[in-house]
């Protein structure tokens, strides 16, 4: 069956650090994946996307890896901030409906 | 250029009971999508509207349901409440092209259901 994993609950980084979180899905048809970050009390927030014929993706301080042959992709945030605490999920998009079939997510601490 | 928005915020009933939730998708999507988020876990997909009907479903019994109205909006109902029911229920919105999806999903904040 289709399923999305991360492989550490939480991480905890030092301000000004580079953050790398890991994801990896089982269903190698699948060709478009999601990050969204989600903070207490609000809904999942859209950070980067990327598709299967890109390797990587980079955005404002965020960059999306995608390795096809291990079927992985991370997610790395570089000069981590406080306002990045949040929990991390990678999404995989299903189809031509675009259902999301979310990972458990990865929980970034962020210490001053 | 209003967001996702959804309603209530929170919501306590006892189980037995029914519920409606409320979610208005961001301007200029007709597509809704709507996701059982259980505490610590990822969010689960329940079912998708488009043009006023039920496009796909997730695997979630009968007891859940929804609509779509002409203006986009959408609502979920959960009839016969159990306590696993206690999950934040969110709500993503996004353009369908009939086929193709042709938009990012963007979600709104959420309804936190406690059933006691």
């Known amino acids: 069956g289709e399923s999305v994993g991360l492989h550490l609950p939480t991480l905890s980084v030092q301000e000004g650090d580079n953050s790398i979180i890991n994801c990896a899905y089982s269903n190698s048809a699948s060709d478009y994946f999601i990050w969204y970050k989600q903070e207490s009390g609000k809904g999942p927030q859209f950070i980067i996307d990327i598709r299967s014929n890109m390797d990587k993706r980079q955005g404002q301080r965020v960059t999306v890896l995608l390795n096809k042959t291990v079927k992985h992709l991370s997610l790395q945030i570089a000069a981590t901030q406080p306002g990045d605490s949040a929990v991390y999920f990678c999404a995989e998009v299903s189809g031509n409906t675009g259902k999301l079939i979310f990972g458990q997510g990865t929980t970034l601490q962020v210490k001053p | 250029d209003a967001g996702v928005t959804q309603s209530p915020t929170h919501l306590i009933k006892t189980r037995g009971q029914q519920v409606t939730l409320r979610c208005s998708p961001k301007?200029?999507?007709?597509?809704v999508s709507w996701y059982q988020q259980a505490l610590g876990q990822g969010p689960q997909f329940i079912f998708q509207?488009?043009?006023?009907?039920?496009?796909q479903r997730g695997n979630f019994p009968d007891r859940f349901s929804g609509h779509q109205f002409p203006n986009y909006s959408s609502e979920l109902n959960v009839n016969a409440l159990l306590l696993g029911d206690s999950a934040l229920y969110l709500c993503?919105?996004?353009?369908?092209?009939?086929?193709?999806?042709?938009?990012?999903?963007?979600f709104g904040p959420g309804t936190r259901l406690t059933v006691l």
């Open positions: 993503a919105s996004s353009n369908l092209l009939r086929v193709v999806l042709t938009d990012t999903q963007y």
């Open positions: 301007s200029g999507h007709d597509t």
């Open positions: 509207y488009y043009e006023e009907e039920e496009r």
